[in-house]
């Protein structure tokens, strides 16, 4: 199952961002953004641990050593760093970048999360209306922006145009 329709059209719209991956995942655990590569992100489930290449969608297999408890992680594609691990159990990204975008997460007693996409300029979309996400955040440069069901993976990507260095 990938993720929602209603989610990638509503992705779709936001202005200075474009999709750069939407993929499923079986028994999604955790991911995790590289530090050192920016764009580059681990994907650690219980069938698989992949690199994935933010910018271009890109997938690969790869080893992975993780810790729950510490919330680390090392992968075998990105040496000399310790990964920050999040997920449904723990962990979390920013939500927001340092260029002033962020998201916006509202949780009604019926378990029913919203999330909203709010851009630099104010520009406010809701992207997610259903039970509970896995995670979502920015990456440490925040140029990449990623959601997590249980429908998959969604991976946004500034436009070159608005790429911070």
């Not at 992207?127 to 249980?150: H, K």
Request: some cysteine; overall charge negative; hydrophobic content about 35%.
């Amino acid at each position: 199952m990938m993720m929602p329709s209603d989610t990638r059209d509503a992705c779709k719209g936001i202005n200075g961002w474009e999709i750069a991956a939407s993929f499923s995942v079986g028994g999604f655990e955790w991911l995790a953004f590289s530090e050192k590569q920016q764009g580059r992100m681990i994907i650690i489930s219980s069938q698989r641990t992949t690199l994935v290449d933010c910018e271009s969608g890109g997938i690969e297999d790869c080893n992975i050593d993780f810790d729950e408890q510490q919330l680390i992680a090392y992968c075998d594609r990105l040496p000399d760093e310790q990964l920050h691990i999040a997920g449904q159990f723990g962990g979390n990204l920013p939500d927001s970048a340092r260029t002033g975008e962020k998201v916006i997460i509202q949780t009604n007693d019926k378990h029913i999360m919203q999330i909203y996409f709010v851009t630099a300029d104010n520009q406010k979309t809701q992207i997610y209306d259903r039970y509970d996400a896995y995670i979502c955040g920015f990456s440490g440069d925040g140029n990449y922006f990623v959601l997590s069901d249980d429908g998959g993976i969604l991976i946004l990507k500034k436009t070159n145009a608005q790429i911070n260095c």
